[in-house]
């Protein structure tokens, strides 16, 4: 992680995997007995990832973004039915959605480092396509720093509850916006 970070610190943005206790606090955002689909940006070493795997029902699409090619070959190891690793920008989400014939995601967890990049852009569309919650960290670092996404954030969810990783190296605050619309499930194409 170290190598890629040197490599390419705006994208990677960490020098260590998330702690499995982050993982976790992640992981637990999401309803697993109710998603049809659940969406991840940003999969990394995929420490996240496989806390969602472990706990997704079998029929649950999964999809994965990872553009990182060293990141992106580990990934596919964990590819299964329905667990898709996609090496694209998550800015084309919603034709991956189309592609598997749904419209929506009913979660969405994010660990890109949105602070670096275009956070407005990312949160728009996260509005745009999630139904439930949308799950975005952030490292206190960028804190420090003045860069604090949350009223960023609230911006596209207006109900957004945050949770503190004081483990991670560096320490995490994940925040958990709720789409304001209520739906069941991700909404399927119409054929």
Request: net charge positive; aromatic share 12%; hydrophobic share 40%.
């Amino acid at each position: 992680m170290l190598r890629e970070f040197l490599r390419r610190p705006a994208e990677i943005a960490m020098i260590w995997p998330d702690t499995s206790t982050c993982a976790r606090r992640m992981a637990e955002q999401v309803d697993y007995a109710q998603a049809q689909v659940i969406v991840e940006w940003g999969c990394g070493t995929g420490r996240v990832t496989r806390e969602i795997l472990r706990r997704k029902r079998e029929a649950t699409l999964y999809l994965g973004f990872e553009k990182n090619p060293r990141f992106f070959r580990h990934l596919q190891r964990l590819q299964g039915p329905n667990v898709h690793f996609i090496p694209d920008d998550v800015f084309r989400t919603p034709l991956y959605l189309q592609r598997h014939g749904y419209t929506k995601a009913d979660y969405l967890i994010s660990t890109l480092p949105a602070t670096l990049l275009d956070a407005q852009r990312l949160f728009a569309l996260a509005a745009q396509i999630v139904r439930h919650r949308f799950v975005q960290y952030q490292y206190v670092t960028a804190l420090a720093l003045g860069r604090w996404l949350r009223p960023h954030m609230q911006r596209f969810f207006p109900q957004v509850r945050l949770c503190f990783c004081p483990w991670n190296l560096p320490p995490v605050v994940i925040l958990v916006g709720t789409a304001v619309r209520s739906a069941p499930s991700a909404v399927r194409k119409q054929p």
